[in-house]
């Protein structure tokens, strides 16, 4: 575990009430790492303004989604973003009140889009349909209660990263992946060759929320979170200044 960066308070140290350790994947354009090592993006903002609300300051630990549930669940990353809350989660973790929603696509090669297009999700990997999704990633109950079937299990492949499945998909070990549509866009600017696209009817769409450990996220700090939260909320604009949809 590297902490990336801490964000700078105007406070100084001895009147600093907390300080928190944020755990964060790369996501762009919502949060990653530019070429200096520091954190960047629409969600990174988001936090570093929450943080700053609550008055605490907070490092940023780059690591991948999976490992970030791991932390929380040890008590050493206090939250996460970017999460959809489930039951299973909170088992080891509190929830702020959401915040916005979380989209999910399917794509494939846009050479195959015809041959998919009228098919459910389910009638796909009942016909052999290999599909990538992310370690620790959820999709939404539809999802999970289509993942939970046994004779269709084997054609649902896991990978560490998001990025992993784009790679995988344009080398054909999988036949498509799950993937938030603004991050499809983002990995795929500037690339060129090979063409993915999305499949209109296989979507899913879940509220997203902060993820506070039970363990190490201060019990004091729940309300006045959530309190910042709704202040932003009440923001018309706050959809275009944060890059997020409701």
Sequence with gaps: MQIVAANQSEQSESHTICRLKYGFGIWKPYQYVDEKGEPRGFHIRLV??????????????????AQTLEGIESGD????????????????????IPYAS???????????LPAFRKKSLTELLASGFR???????????????????????DNIIVAFDTYDNHDKLISGEIDGFLD???IVAYAQRGKTGTRIASLPSIQFKNPIAFILSKKSFP?????PLNDAIRKLLADPEFSEKWNLRQ
Excluded at 52 to 65: E, N, P, R, S, Y
Excluded at 102 to 112: G, I, M, N, W
Excluded at 219 to 223: A, K, N, P, Q, T
Aim: glycine letters at 8%; hydrophobic letters at 40%; a positive charge.
């Design 180 to 182: 938030n549509p603004l």
């Design 77 to 96: 990353i206090q939250w996460s973003g970017l999460t959809t809350p489930t039951a299973k989660r909170g088992l080891i973790a509190k929830f702020s």
């Design 48 to 65: 570093r303004r929450l943080a700053a609300d609550i008055g605490c300051q907070v490092d940023f630990v780059q690591l991948q989604f």
């Design 131 to 153: 599909l990538g999704v992310t370690k620790g990633h959820y999709y939404g109950p539809e999802f999970q209660k289509i993942a939970e079937e046994l004779e269709l299990s």
């Design 102 to 112: 979380d989209f999910y696509a399917l794509y494939v090669l846009s050479k195959r």
């Design 219 to 223: 019990e004091h700090l729940v309300m």
